[in-house]
């Protein structure tokens, strides 16, 4: 198994994609912290995984908080050591022009996608021993968007600059960072989002799984992908090739 006692900690696993990476870790025999801001959905993760043949955690975390963050970084290392990979899915959406945006609306999705992502490497880096990964969830809308999700848009394209940047940092190191980039994927953050519910934006194309996105991660997370760093997979059924 490819995570076999390896540690891997994972942002929103508490539903959607985060939890199907989560799975995916435990069945391959990884020790897996499941970090969410919903706590019963991130104790049922981690209580599946346990059930499996993985080993888990969980741990309520707003990683708007950079507090909540650190302690999240320091459970995982408290408990078993260190940390082999960091994935980093958490992510939230606003719906409304840029005009008409609160100030605040704007800092809390930067927060939330994106410098939690600085946070969680930043932590998370120097427990992490050579050979280990970062695997950081990205979007389609970070290279063709639609109107009303600006800073989402702006969120997932900093990301995958981050993420090229930060490849070059940490190779000396011979650690990886690298990014997926999903495109419909059957979640209720999908699902739930207004303009896809008001037709504004057009599901056209494949619709993947969470499963599908897990599968990509996890391959990224491992040795199989030793020579892969700094760049975005898109995962995405070809939805980017059909957008306007």
């Not at 539903?15 to 199907?20: C, E, L, T, V």
């Not at 069945?27 to 706590?39: H, K, Q, S």
């Not at 605040?104 to 050579?130: G, I, Q, T």
């Not at 109107?147 to 940092?169: L, Q």
């Amino acid at each position: 198994m490819r995570f076999a006692k390896k540690v891997c900690l994972v942002t929103g696993a508490g539903s959607g994609i985060g939890k199907a990476v989560a799975q995916q870790f435990g069945r391959e025999g990884g020790r897996v912290e499941t970090i969410d801001l919903n706590e019963r959905h991130a104790c049922q993760t981690a209580q599946e995984i346990a059930s499996g043949t993985g080993e888990a955690i969980y741990v309520k975390c707003d990683v708007g908080n950079p507090a909540d963050i650190r302690a999240a970084v320091n459970t995982a290392v408290d408990k078993w050591g260190r940390i082999d990979v960091v994935v980093n899915d958490a992510a939230m959406m606003t719906f409304q022009p840029i005009a008409e945006l609160p100030d605040e609306d704007w800092d809390k999705v930067l927060n939330v996608n994106l410098r939690s992502v600085f946070l969680f490497c930043k932590y998370s880096v120097p427990h992490m021993p050579a050979g280990s990964a970062i695997v950081n969830i990205s979007s389609v809308h970070a290279h063709e968007t639609t109107r009303n999700v600006v800073p989402y848009a702006s969120s997932k394209g900093g990301m995958e600059a981050f993420t090229r940047g930060f490849a070059e940092e940490i190779a000396p190191k011979k650690l990886r960072v690298n990014c997926v980039a999903p495109g419909a994927i059957d979640t209720p953050m999908l699902w739930n989002n207004p303009n896809v519910k008001s037709g504004v934006e057009k599901i056209q194309g494949a619709i993947g799984k969470p499963e599908d996105v897990a599968a990509a991660v996890c391959f990224l997370a491992s040795p199989e992908a030793r020579f892969i760093t700094g760049t975005t997979l898109l995962v995405d059924g070809g939805r980017l090739d059909i957008l306007p």
